[in-house]
Nanobody, 125 residues
Framework: QVQLVESGGGLVQAGGSLRLSCAAS????????RGWFRQAPGKEREFVAA????????EYADSVKGRFTISSDNAKSTVYLQMNSLKPEDTAVYYC??????????????????WGQGTQVTVSS
């Protein structure tokens, strides 16, 4: 079993920045492909960013490209999401996900078999 714990969410004004962290514990030998997804009230969960197991490949949703950066510290089994130039439409619960069977999970939630509990990000206008 792998446990994922997100942190770093909060309330920020538009234009501000936040850094989310996702720490893995439990069966953490090796590393995992990771992804960040988000879900706003009344909307479906959507893809935000993904990073390969070794950290050499990343992908972003068009809505966050150029503003968000995903990175990993494999020694700490932790993945980060640096969010800059935040907009009110970025308000959502952000979820970290891990794939233990793939080198890269991509943008499809079905590729991930472990999920964190989520952290709230609220951007005020």
């Amino acid at each position: 079993q792998v446990q994922l714990v997100e942190s770093g969410g909060g309330l920020v004004q538009a234009g501000g920045s936040l850094r989310l962290s996702c720490a893995a514990s439990g069966r953490t030998f090796g590393n995992y492909a990771r992804g960040w997804f988000r879900q706003a009230p009344g909307k479906e969960r959507e893809f935000v960013a993904a990073i390969s197991r070794s950290g050499d490949y990343t992908e972003y949703a068009d809505s966050v490209k150029g503003r968000f950066t995903i990175s990993s510290d494999n020694a700490k089994s932790t993945v980060y999401l640096q969010m800059n130039s935040l907009k009110p439409e970025d308000t959502a619960v952000y979820y970290c996900a891990a794939s233990t069977s793939s080198y890269y999970g991509g943008s499809h939630s079905v590729n991930y078999n472990y999920w964190g509990q989520g952290t709230q990000v609220t951007v005020s206008s």
